[in-house]
């Protein structure tokens, strides 16, 4: 089975850059969404194929991808930002979430 | 615009089974599938299975293999996720999202279930 890695807490300071990375075998071959999770709201999807940012998303989330490795970044951290961030891969029809990676913005 | 909307909240005892639908809205149902996801209280995200809404093929992982049964009403757009011989672990809000080729994008609002005696 395939996992992915995050680290479990990022802090940021509003206005500075964030980088959240997500490893796994599995992104040699196949592209990461990143979804933003808020307390007691579901997932939204911030960015899919590696780098793509769907409409309406902020223009300071952006993201890359190399070897085993995928990178949110964010830049200029607003408090509004301060939320959980998961990476996900799909592989042979089978999903793996990361662990999620508890973003403060303080 | 792209909806999915769940059923509402469910308590149930050890051992018992629960279906959870998922009715969306907005786009055409067949063209894509439905993933289920489960999130117990304070923990992570954990993918469960989808369904392609067009064959009904499913796919599980493997740790709940055996008890969860994945079906669609393409009448209704609606997706359902069963769950069997529920136990306390199985506590979580489960969360449907569309399928697309590429990976899934719009998410249903969660329904939380406790299990408990």
């Known amino acids: 089975s395939y996992e992915l890695t995050q680290p479990s807490s990022v802090s940021v300071s509003p206005g500075q850059t964030a980088r959240i990375t997500c490893s796994g075998n599995?992104?040699?071959?196949?592209?990461v969404r990143w979804f933003q999770q808020k307390p007691g709201q579901a997932p939204q999807l911030l960015i899919h194929q590696d780098t793509e940012r769907p409409s309406g998303i902020p223009e300071r989330f952006s993201g890359s991808s190399s070897g085993t490795t995928a990178t949110l970044t964010l830049t200029g951290a607003q408090v509004d930002d301060d939320a959980d961030y998961y990476c996900?891969?799909?592989?042979?029809?089978?999903?793996?979430f990361g662990g999620g990676t508890r973003l403060t913005v303080l | 615009q792209v909806q999915l909307v769940q059923s509402g909240e469910e308590v149930k005892k050890p051992g018992a089974s629960v279906k959870v639908s998922c009715k969306a809205f907005g786009y055409s149902f067949k063209s894509y599938g439905i993933t289920w996801a489960r999130q117990a209280p304070g923990q992570g995200l954990e993918w469960i299975g989808w369904i392609n809404a067009y064959d009904g093929a499913t796919n599980h992982t493997h740790g709940l293999r055996g008890r969860v049964a994945m079906t669609t009403d393409t009448s209704t757009s609606t997706a359902y996720l069963e769950l069997r011989g529920l136990r306390p672990d199985d506590t979580a809000t489960y969360y449907c999202?569309?399928?697309?080729?590429?990976?899934?994008?719009?998410w249903g609002q969660g329904s939380l279930v406790t299990v408990s005696s």
């Open positions: 999202a569309r399928q697309k080729t590429t990976g899934i994008d719009y």
């Open positions: 996900y891969s799909m592989a042979d029809n089978i999903g793996v």
């Open positions: 599995i992104l040699t071959k196949k592209y």
